[in-house]
Structure formats: C-alpha cells, structure tokens
C-alpha cells in the first residue's frame, strides 16, 4: 500500500465513474448527474458505504452504474497500490453550484480531496 497513490488513483476512479465510459440504459450517467444538479441538488455518493443522496432523485439507472462501479472500486484502487481498506471514507461529490471531486480519508486520519473536471 502506498498512501502517496491515493490522490492520484481516487482521481482516476472519479474521472472514469463522471466520463463517457459511463453508459447505461442508453444514457450518459454524468448527463443525469448534471440534471440532479441543475436542480439545485448537491450528488454525493458513498463508495464504502453504497448510499447514494439524495435519495429522492436516485434513478434504476444511477443505482445500476453505482453497483457496478462499486463492484470494481477495489480492483481499480489495487492496481494503483491503494488498498481500499485502509480507506475510512471513499465519496463523490458533485455540488449543485460547485466542482465535482473524489474525496477520501485514510486509516491515519488523512484527508484527500481532488477536483474531477
């Protein structure tokens, strides 16, 4: 495990999961993230924990691109030398009138917070 990874591969995730790799149902994920924003919704999704908020605006199309991201959450971190479970906390943020970005906390008590443009 390298700790000095975390930034760059929870990045890497967060750009994937927002990207146009991410189509499901006919439909861009990321498209139908912006339309909860443009709502005036903040998205946060809970990698560890598999919430999604807010949950009113939670589609069968959102929870199926969240089971299957998180199904490889793992894999992907481990590739970078992360181990996911020396991460406390694992999140994405889209805020409704700010950026987007990967947010983390290690087993040390260490915050990571990288912007996903």
Known sequence: MKYKNIRS??????HSFVSLMNYVDGVYVSDLLFDIRAKG????????ENTFAPESEMTPTIRKSIDYWR??????????????????????????R???????????????RVRIS
Do not use: P
């Open 98 to 112: 700010g950026i987007r970005y990967m947010w983390a906390l290690d087993d040390r008590g260490k915050e990571y």
């Open 41 to 48: 919704h903040d998205v946060e999704i809970d990698w560890l």
């Open 71 to 96: 199904g490889d959450v793992k894999r992907h971190l481990a590739s970078q030398d992360v181990d996911i479970d020396r991460l406390r906390g694992l999140k994405l943020i889209c805020a409704a």
């Open 9 to 14: 591969a929870i990045h890497n995730f967060g």
